[in-house]
């Protein structure tokens, strides 16, 4: 995970750091035979997680390299226009030798002239689970599973192409979204466009482009040599450029997908309870995936349990970067300029970085959600107040308040 940005540490060095620790992460993985099989049939031990990544990649042509941990090697292709949420698309993968695991922490550049030139961002990475046997589906060409990063969700396909296309040198895969909760319709925004910046570091392509600080010799990695270097230098001078970019009056607004490393250096550092300083760090996420609501037979009893009306609303992920405020439905999508008021109010909240999770409804004259007045509300442009009601914080000025335990009254009981 990221570290949280401290006052003194410049935003290009902590970008830095955060890469850094990715590519330790990765490289603690190489050696572990990543599988999902049962092993051996002694105990149904619970498949480990599996690591990927999607590195965009500014080569001859941008592409992003989609890559899926499989026993200690990352399986690879490269999809040209990235991946779609229309699962009526269907993006041309065309597989690339496997890659090594280290590689998948990397963000920066690659010298021009060796393999892979150009700029690399980590674009998204999480976990991936397998639906099928996966040596078996790689050798057959049918590949179904889940996946869960920040910005790819639900359950996705890779299918070798057959015919003409399999003469090819390079296997040709198509990589196709399946119908779920997550799927977008044609009309939906793309999620390589609403959402370019890394998932690590926040950065820009051209961000990573100018900082440079960390880059990638490919002819080493065939070898045990250092793949990679960190240039010390130019992280001090990206720092002393954003540094005078930060301190002018009139710099320029940030750009509207606010996943950028904060710039604001000068500002002292937020308070944060003592609590929440425990919890782990990580880098604001872009968008977490919600949890759902599950069906049983019986209500669960005991102290750890709160009880709450059910809202009949949207659910909403508020997302507060600084003075920036993002509304994501369950899916994803950006309903800020849908919900204005609610992001005002978010943003009037006296935290630097956050994301809420909760459920915004129009309430009737009993002070009941009603859906009906909400679907008016948007649909027939109807004037009626909406309410966020917060549920759950997701994360907290450069912490994960994810696995904190809630100890808190529902606001309805
Ligand atoms: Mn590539």
Request: proline content about 7%.
């Amino acid at each position: 995970m990221a570290k949280a940005k401290k006052a003194s540490t410049s935003a290009a060095s902590s970008a830095g750091d955060a890469v850094d620790e990715q590519l330790a992460r990765y490289r603690s993985m190489r050696d572990f035979k990543v599988t999902a099989e049962p092993s051996g049939g002694t105990k149904s031990k619970k498949p480990e997680a599996l690591p990927f990544v999607i590195q965009k990649h500014a080569a001859t042509r941008l592409h992003y390299d989609f890559r899926l941990g499989w026993n200690g090697v990352l399986k690879s292709w490269a999809v040209a226009k990235g991946p779609s949420y229309n699962v009526h698309d269907r993006r041309l993968a065309v597989q690339v030798e496997d890659h090594p695991m280290e590689y998948g922490g990397f963000e920066g550049i690659i010298p021009r002239g060796q393999y892979g030139g150009g700029t690399v961002m980590v674009w998204d990475q999480g976990t991936w689970e397998p639906h099928v046997d996966v040596d078996e589906g790689l050798r057959k060409g049918s590949l179904k599973f889940g996946i869960n990063g920040t910005k790819m969700h639900g359950n996705w396909t890779l299918v070798r192409m057959g015919g003409k296309a399999a003469q090819e040198g390079k296997p040709n895969w198509l990589l196709i979204k399946e119908h779920d909760d997550f799927e977008r319709g044609p009309d939906d925004p793309c999620i390589t466009e609403e959402m370019p910046n890394s998932a690590v570091t926040g950065r820009t392509l051209e961000e990573i482009a100018t900082a440079s600080t960390h880059v990638w010799n490919s002819k080493e990695t065939a070898g045990e040599g250092p793949a990679w270097y960190r240039d010390r230098a130019r992280d001090a001078d990206a720092a002393s450029t954003s540094d005078k970019a930060a301190s002018k009056p009139a710099a320029k607004p940030s750009a509207k997908t606010t996943s950028k490393a904060s710039p604001k250096q000068a500002k002292s550092p937020p308070v944060v309870p003592a609590q929440i300083e425990k919890l782990p760090q990580e880098k604001l996420p872009d968008f977490l995936k919600p949890q759902l609501a599950g069906e049983t037979t019986a209500p669960p009893a005991g102290d750890e349990w709160v009880h709450e009306l059910k809202l009949d609303g949207y659910r909403v992920q508020a997302r507060k970067h600084g003075n920036n405020v993002e509304l994501y439905t369950r899916s994803g999508l950006d309903w800020t300029h849908r919900m204005k008021p609610i992001a005002e109010a978010v943003k009037q909240l006296a935290v630097e970085d956050a994301i809420l999770d909760g459920e915004v409804c129009v309430l009737d004259d009993k002070g009941l959600s009603s859906f009906a007045r909400l679907q008016a509300s948007f649909e027939k442009n109807e004037k009626h107040p909406l309410t966020f009601f917060v549920f759950d914080l997701l994360h907290l000025n450069g912490h994960n308040t994810r696995p904190a335990a809630a100890r808190t009254q529902s606001p309805l009981a």
